[in-house]
């Protein structure tokens, strides 16, 4: 069985950092391509980013910059590390696993097949 559990989001200020993490049960951890996406109120789904299992990370848009995607194999997890935080950075964020892994970091939503049940960022200016 693969569940995604993510953690870490809150409440804090415009220009702060937070960090998500998002630990993924699982024997084949190591192989599965993880991927960050969010979800504000009254919008689509937004790719973030994604890691593969040699760990090599794409973004998206909104967050090339500022934002870092890390994998731990050893702990299950895959983290997101977010800096200088804008107002438009609140939304319900969630992490997706495509179990098939593979090279190519897909950014459709539809490609991924487990997902979490997201954690609440807000960030007040």
């Known amino acids: 069985q693969v569940q995604p559990v993510e953690s870490g989001g809150g409440l804090v200020q415009a220009g702060d950092s937070l960090r998500l993490s998002c630990v993924v049960s699982?024997?084949?951890?190591?192989?599965?391509?993880i991927a960050w996406f969010r979800q504000a109120p009254g919008k689509a789904r937004e790719f973030i980013g994604g890691?593969?299992?040699?760990?090599?990370?794409n973004y998206g848009t909104s967050a090339a910059g500022r934002f870092t995607i890390a994998r731990d194999n050893e702990k299950n997890t895959v983290s997101l590390q977010m800096d200088a935080l804008k107002s438009e950075d609140a939304a319900i964020y969630y992490c997706?696993?495509?179990?098939?892994?593979?090279?190519?970091?897909?950014?459709?939503?539809?490609?991924?097949?487990?997902w979490g049940q997201g954690t609440q960022v807000t960030v007040s200016s």
């Open positions: 997706a696993v495509l179990s098939a892994g593979g090279l190519n970091i897909p950014t459709g939503s539809t490609q991924y097949d487990y």
């Open positions: 699982g024997n084949s951890f190591m192989y599965y391509t």
């Open positions: 890691i593969n299992w040699r760990h090599t990370a």
